[in-house]
């Protein structure tokens, strides 16, 4: 079975800072992973995902994630923190075969300050 | 594309009432799923579609709660009777089983108020 753990339910950063975010996962076969970013009254948007090769990874917004196999983490940074960043952030993971299903962490909102 | 498309955007209702919430998927997109999200229990599944069929319903709550995908462009969740306890954001995804690795594409949601 799969599983995603989010530590931090709540990140508070000061703008200009870096942002990170962790994420670690339990997959019994190679997983497919996901950060995805909700905007107040939004739904769920796509930032970024590994799927195979290149383990770092950019997405959108100036975020990047590396995929840890060894540590079986997928944590999100970006390194200098934005007023609008302001949201709250899922990860989540999937693998081949699992019917287009993803299992959801439960997610980390993120607060900027001045 | 317009992406996924949901109506209502809003909803507010009285206890005991039907509520029926749609969902329009990405135009070729194979699977549909439908969540429910709130403050005390997070984001939910519950229930997904491959090919207008029903896959999994594990997380439907109750025998209150019934979807439907009668085809490929229209999937409705209906609530019958609503209670107060439903008051959530449900959104819908889609996704294609292809290349695009399980990436879900979400809807704006609806927010339902049950009072």
């Known amino acids: 079975a799969q599983s995603v753990t989010q530590l931090g339910s709540h990140v508070s950063v000061s703008e200009g800072a870096l942002v990170l975010l962790r994420c670690n996962y339990s997959s019994s076969v190679p997983p497919y992973l996901f950060w995805y970013v909700q905007y107040p009254n939004q739904g769920l948007q796509l930032l970024l995902k590994?799927?195979?090769?290149?383990?770092l990874v950019k997405g959108i917004n100036g975020f990047e994630a590396e995929f840890k196999k060894s540590e079986t983490s997928f944590h999100l940074t970006k390194p200098s923190a934005h007023m609008s960043d302001a949201a709250e952030y899922f990860c989540a993971v999937s693998f081949t075969g699992g019917g287009n299903k993803l299992t959801f962490g439960t997610g980390t909102q993120l607060k900027v300050e001045l | 594309d317009a992406g996924v498309i949901q109506s209502p955007r809003h909803e507010v209702t009285e206890m005991g009432q039907e509520v029926t919430l749609r969902c329009k998927p990405i135009?070729?997109?194979?699977?549909l799923f439908w969540y429910r999200q709130t403050m005390m229990r997070g984001l939910e599944l519950l229930i997904y579609?491959?090919?207008?069929?029903?896959?999994?319903d594990s997380g439907m709550p109750e025998d209150r709660f019934s979807a439907k995908m009668p085809n490929a462009s229209f999937s409705t969740l209906k609530i019958q009777p609503s209670e107060p306890r439903d008051s959530a954001v449900y959104f819908c995804a889609s996704s294609f089983e292809g290349r695009s690795y399980n990436e879900q594409f979400f809807g704006p949601g609806t927010r339902l108020t049950v009072l």
């Open positions: 590994y799927t195979t090769g290149a383990t």
């Open positions: 579609f491959n090919n207008n069929v029903p896959i999994d």
């Open positions: 135009s070729g997109h194979d699977y």
